[in-house]
């Protein structure tokens, strides 16, 4: 079976519309051929953190933030290829990507994935954080972009209208511009998706659980595909 972009685009912009009305879409999906979306689309999943860099820690349980960022990449990972997009993940295991320990492994690490992301010629990038602050009473899943990079402003409020229908939102957040390496030097449509407060015990308690990864994975998958749906108009 052959599908140009823009028959891909309109099947697409349908199963969001099907979603939206409360159907699951995703078995209507799956008999797509799925070599025609491989060649269609890609996505660059970066799990944030990793290996001595474990990034912010719970504050009941003292989590990682870096394994459960990858958890919640790899969620995403399974829905994107269910339906046949191509996924470049930055890292793949609970290590970092610096090399070695040395001095400047930050710098190394975030180099590295730069590089992937740059050399993978694919249509966005998605990177998986979770969040810290003083206060135990903030909380809630945001998206940033970079300054100046509109195509990843438009990618971040479609990602942020869909974190915005978790369970457990506690209000409507706004995507925000965000002066981040990985978003500044980005060749590509960037966002990073800050999953929720590992500060917080309500959102620590909830992102422990399958389930809410899951639905976190969801709800960017959404944000991503509608995103891409309206590049071809």
């Given amino acids: 079976m052959v599908i140009n972009r823009k028959a891909f685009l ?12 409360g159907v699951w879409f995703l078995n209507t999906a799956k008999s797509i051929d799925a070599g025609v979306h491989s060649r269609v689309f890609s996505v660059v999943i970066d799990a944030g953190h990793g290996g001595i860099d474990g ?12 394994d459960l960022n990858l958890e919640i990449a790899r969620h995403l990972k ?21 090399g070695t320990t040395a001095k400047g492994f930050k710098k190394r690490d975030l180099e590295k994935r730069v590089k ?43 990602v942020q ?8 939102q506690p209000k409507d957040y706004s995507a925000t511009r965000g002066d981040y390496y990985l978003l500044n030097q980005s060749k590509i449509p960037a966002v990073i998706c800050e999953c929720g407060f590992l500060s ?25 595909i509608e ?5 071809g108009e």
């Fill in 227 to 231: 995103y891409l749906s309206l590049q």
């Fill in 10 to 21: 309109l099947i697409v912009a349908f199963l969001i519309v099907v979603s939206l009305l």
């Fill in 116 to 158: 992937i992301i740059n050399n993978s010629n694919a249509d966005v990038l998605v990177s998986i954080h979770l969040n810290c602050y003083s206060s135990p009473k903030r909380r809630g899943a945001t998206v940033f972009f970079g300054e100046g990079k509109q195509e990843g402003e438009r990618l971040a409020k479609s």
């Fill in 78 to 98: 399974s829905k994107f290829q269910d339906i046949g997009v191509n996924v470049i993940m930055t890292r793949n295991s609970y290590g970092g990507l610096y």
């Fill in 55 to 66: 990034g912010a820690e719970g504050t009941n349980t003292s989590v990682k933030e870096s």
């Fill in 200 to 224: 917080s015990p309500e959102d620590e308690k909830l992102l422990l659980t399958e389930a809410y990864q899951k639905e976190i994975a969801e709800k960017i998958f959404y944000g991503v």
């Fill in 161 to 168: 209208k869909h974190f915005n229908t978790l369970s457990a």
